[in-house]
Structures are given as structure tokens and as C-alpha cells.
């Protein structure tokens, strides 16, 4: 049998990325996997942050240097984002899952498609499910993302179509845009 011990969910924090957290939350309950909610901030999101200056709004002594009013600020932005995620899957997946299913939000810096793979290999991850559909996920990930991230990734890859159906514990067909219903 083949084991899935790790599930990588590359997410927007938009409602399009919903249907991956729930599929794979529910697969991740089947085989006591571990589902690995993962952001990218693009560059350009970290150069339009910083464009004031390191550590903008943030109180140091005087005499802290520069390098470490950078440092803190960074860990704060990718801390926040990490908080974000979470709260975004307490709002979204049902509170039964949280209970069952370990969730780990990881935050990276850089070109999303090339992150998202790198994320998978070092996470030694078994499964990537994500949405390929979206308006928010096209602008940040861009049209081909799902295409690139499939013919690219070191592990199988469940790309998600609005449109689709999938079954539930009860045996009703429900389209995948629904799933929040169920894991909700």
C-alpha cells in the first residue's frame, strides 16, 4: 500500500484554496498524515514592505544594529503570516479535523512555483494537493502554475477544478467548490 505520511497545501489565504485544505485534511485523516499549509511571499510583496525602510514602525534601541532591526522584522512578517494561515484553517475546516489531523504552516520567501517544489522535496512530502482555479490564485500564481508545478514536482500531484465532484462519507456527490460544507 502506498503510504502518504506528508501533504503539502500550497495556499493564498484566498477562498479558492478551501477545497485543497478540505480534501487534503480529509486524506490526511485517513492516512495520519501530516498537511503542510504552505505561503509564498513573493519578492516583490517583501520589496514593497521594506520600500521605507528596514524595520519601518518597529521601536529599537538606538544602539541595535541595522542587521537585526531587518532580521526581527522579517521573522515578524513571516510569524504573521504563519498566525494568518492558521487562523484562516480555524475559520474555514471544521473543528473535528483540528482535532485529528496535525497541521504546520510554513512561510517562504520567492518565486512561488519554485518554492512550492523545493517545499516538497525538502519536506519529503508524499502529495501536493492544490486548486487550479481561482482569480486571486492566477494573479498571484499565474495561469500555468498548476502545469509547471505538475510536470516539476518530486511527488504526485492532485490539481483541484472548481467544477469537480467528489464523494462524501454519507455517498452524496458534492462539487468540490462545496467542500466547505462538509469540512466546515
Known amino acids: 500500500m502506498i503510504a502518504i505520511k506528508k ?4 495556499m493564498d489565504l484566498s477562498s479558492a484554496c478551501v477545497p485543497a485544505i478540505g480534501y487534503a485534511s480529509s486524506l490526511a485523516k485517513d492516512h495520519d498524515a501530516e498537511v503542510v499549509l504552505f505561503h509564498v511571499l513573493p519578492m516583490e510583496a517583501m520589496k ?7 524595520g519601518q514602525g518597529m521601536v529599537f534601541p538606538a544602539e541595535t544594529p541595522v542587521s537585526v532591526r531587518h532580521q526581527t ?13 492558521l487562523g484562516f484553517l480555524q475559520q474555514k475546516i471544521a473543528p473535528d479535523l483540528h482535532k485529528t489531523v496535525t497541521f504546520r504552516p510554513v512561510v517562504r520567501l520567492g518565486k512561488v512555483v519554485e518554492e512550492i517544489i523545493a517545499a516538497a522535496r525538502q519536506e519529503r512530502c508524499d502529495l ?5 482555479h481561482g482569480r486571486s ?11 509547471r508545478i505538475v510536470r516539476q514536482a518530486p511527488c ?3 490539481s483541484m477544478q472548481p467544477s469537480a465532484e467528489v464523494s462524501t462519507e454519507k ?14
Do not use: C
Not at 501536493?128 to 487550479?132: D, G, T
Open 137 to 147: 490564485l492566477r494573479r498571484l500564481f499565474g495561469a500555468s502554475v498548476t502545469e
Open 7 to 10: 501533504i503539502l497545501v500550497p
Open 73 to 85: 522584522s522579517v521573522e515578524n512578517i513571516y510569524e504573521s503570516k504563519k498566525q494568518l494561515l
Open 156 to 158: 504526485p500531484v492532485l
Open 48 to 54: 514593497d514592505h521594506f520600500a521605507g525602510g528596514y
Open 171 to 184: 455517498d452524496e456527490r458534492l462539487q468540490v467548490k462545496l467542500i466547505h460544507q462538509w469540512a466546515a
Open 128 to 132: 501536493i494537493v492544490m486548486s487550479s
